[in-house]
């Protein structure tokens, strides 16, 4: 079981990004299984968890700081779990990472998200 996350880069508040995280070594029923959210980890802070998204799609849940900016989606024919940031501010730089939640837990390894004028 692997999760990659892409779609990290260095935008200017205001921006948006797409990070989008990609499972494989799930079969399509045992992707289902899974419980998905992103966290976030900034410089010299703890890891926090930014959105979760249930099974199907349902039970979805923002942090306060980053409701109404981002968008937490899933495709379980395609296995993967997307996060759609917008208005990006200063703060939201960090490392963000995709975590699978069911029998056991995997998570990604990061993707850099650099918001600065």
Aim: aromatic share 10%.
């Amino acid at each position: 079981v692997q999760l990659v996350e892409s779609g990290g880069d260095s935008v200017q508040p205001g921006g948006s990004l797409r990070l989008s995280c990609a499972a494989s070594g799930f079969t399509f029923s045992s992707f289902n299984a899974y419980v998905m959210s992103w966290y976030r980890q900034a410089p010299g802070k703890e890891r926090e968890r930014v959105a979760i998204i249930g099974r199907s799609g349902e039970n979805i849940k923002y942090a306060d700081s980053v409701k109404g900016r981002f968008t937490i989606s899933r495709d379980n024919v395609k296995k993967v779990v997307d996060l759609q940031m917008k208005s990006l501010k200063p703060e939201d730089t960090a490392v963000y990472y995709c975590r699978a939640q069911g029998d056991s837990t995997y998570w990604g390894q990061g993707t850099q998200v650099t918001v600065s004028p």
